[in-house]
């Protein structure tokens, strides 16, 4: 099993609707949770970070947390073209203290 | 203030060569990574320092791969020989201050290397 999955996609969500984007990881003992965005071509970027259980909102972004089920997933509501990009989900182990990525997922907005 | 830097952007090369990669990291900020990114494989981490001391290289993926952290404001990662394989855009990637884990990496833009 890899240490983080999503699923690759590509997701297509028409504008104004809500994206959800689902990650899962392996290392029960991990604490810290994050999301990326990754436009084509560019560096990734940081937009939500996660710690404890439950939700964490930030505008258009949510982030949701559920330790037990070792998952993670990021909302993002009233869905914009310029949404369109890679979300990567990383973590850091608790094994290791590493910072894993999974290989991301593919959001499409359609205009 | 000036985020990370990466040189070269690109870089072509044929099988063989030696690939010197370099990364100047945001002052201050005393962590680095390295990562590869390849549509296959995803980013992966390849090889993190704090405060300059290599912490984990378990990522590094064979001997013709190493990396080195001389000072604050410097690494390097270099790739001899090179193979069509290692064709990838590399990261580097600096956090401010690891023993918070706040996890907020700031990457450069990449060295899109191309090994021919």
């Known amino acids: 099993q890899k240490e983080v999955e999503q699923n690759s996609g590509p997701l297509s969500v028409p504008e104004g609707a809500i994206a959800s984007l689902n990650c899962t990881y392996s290392d029960r003992g991990s604490q810290s949770f994050f999301w990326y965005r990754q436009y084509s071509g560019k560096s990734p970027e940081l937009i939500m970070s996660?710690?404890?259980?439950g939700d964490k909102e930030d505008g258009r972004f949510t982030a949701q947390l559920n330790k037990a089920s070792q998952y993670v997933s990021l909302l993002i509501r009233d869905s914009q073209p310029s949404d369109s990009a890679t979300y990567l989900c990383a973590v850091i182990t608790n094994r290791d203290d590493k910072i894993i990525f999974g290989k991301g997922t593919r959001l499409h907005i359609l205009p | 203030d000036a985020g990370v830097i990466q040189s070269p952007r690109h870089e072509v090369t044929e099988m063989g060569q030696e690939v010197t990669l370099r990364c100047k990291p945001i002052s201050g900020h005393n962590s680095l990574f390295w990562y590869r990114q390849t549509m296959m494989r995803g980013l992966e981490l390849l090889i993190y320092?704090?405060?300059?001391?290599?912490?984990?290289d378990s990522g590094m993926p064979e001997d013709r791969f190493s990396a080195k952290m001389p000072n604050a404001s410097f690494s390097t990662l270099k790739i001899q020989p090179s193979e069509p394989r290692d064709s990838a855009v590399y990261f580097c990637?600096?956090?401010?201050?690891?023993?918070?884990?706040?996890?907020?990496?700031?990457f450069g833009e990449g060295s899109r290397l191309t090994v021919l």
């Open positions: 990637a600096s956090i401010a201050d690891r023993g918070s884990n706040t996890g907020e990496l700031f």
């Open positions: 996660i710690y404890s259980n």
């Open positions: 320092f704090n405060n300059n001391v290599p912490i984990d």
